[in-house]
């Protein structure tokens, strides 16, 4: 970009530092080397990203609201873009990768996306395990990356810009967690299947159990169709039968008694 209309930019934003103006033509320069992959970002807003970025290194202040106007993106992908240009030039602390996840809403894939680099310090040798240093982006950005790959989940395709990295290096990390993010996608899949069919099954028995109490409960202890009432138990069934028996016992006594009586009485007339 003309160094005119770079700093006629910087002036809109209200950056009059030349401290300001030199860091951020530093930043353009490395961003054409570095920057690349970012498709919605034009020369002007990369330039204005530029002089943000440079701005933010010292803590001068800018018109933020103006600077996103000025670049013709959205809030969204300006800051989207801002954030991946960070990275890529190395201005950015190191993001875990919950934070990397939040960043670009893939939440879900942060635990495979931990097993994978786990695996992966597993997998080398104990020399290169001393010097590795997971936390890079690279490492971070090509596991969420491959997680996501492996999961089905759609994310925003600056994730794989952000790692700063060459493409070919970047799809060669991402290749073997990939590999890895399989293995782990596979082993969860057929751990899962048994615990479902174990429970599906017993679901069914307990089912099967109830089914085989009411079907009881029916046998034993019919409806009363002349009232709807549900029939006493057996227990209380003998009983009533035997409470039955021994009035009937007695209403047949008291009858032979009276009749006797009356006999008698006939034969004393």
């Known amino acids: 970009m003309d160094k005119e ?45 530029c002089l943000e970025l440079a701005a933010t290194s010292i803590k001068f202040p800018i018109d933020k609201e103006y600077a ?44 495979v996306a931990s097993q994978m680099l786990q695996r992966y310090e597993d997998s080398l040798p104990a ?14 950005t090509a596991a969420l990356y491959a997680a996501c790959k492996c999961m089905k989940i759609r994310t925003d395709r600056k994730l794989a ?11 060669r990390m991402c290749t073997q967690f990939q590999i890895l993010g399989l293995e782990i996608c596979k082993e969860a899949s057929s751990t899962q299947e048994p615990i479902k069919t174990s429970q599906k099954r017993q679901k069914t028995l307990t089912k099967m159990l109830e089914m085989e109490d009411d079907d009881d409960t029916d046998t034993c202890f019919p409806l009363n169709h002349n009232d709807g009432n549900r029939a006493t138990s057996p227990k209380q069934v003998r009983i009533e039968k035997t409470e039955e028996e021994v009035t009937q016992n007695y209403e047949e006594w008291k009858r032979k008694i009276l009749k006797n009586a009356l006999k008698a009485k006939a034969v004393d007339l």
Request: charged share 20%; with cysteine.
């Open 5 to 49: 209309l770079f700093c006629k930019l910087a002036s809109k934003i209200g950056i009059t530092s030349l401290k300001v103006l030199s860091q951020a033509e530093e930043y353009m320069r490395l961003s054409q080397l570095k920057c690349v992959g970012l498709g919605s970002v034009t020369a002007t807003s990369k330039a204005i990203i």
């Open 68 to 111: 996103i106007k000025l670049s013709g993106l959205s809030a969204k992908a300006y800051n989207s873009n801002l954030k991946a240009m960070e990275c890529m030039l190395g201005l950015q602390s190191n993001l875990g990768l919950r934070d990397l996840a939040v960043q670009y809403g893939c939440l879900d894939a942060v635990k």
């Open 161 to 171: 810009s952000s790692s700063g990295a060459k493409k070919g290096i970047f799809d």
């Open 127 to 140: 020399a290169q395990q001393q010097d590795l240093d997971l936390t890079k982006p690279l490492f971070t």
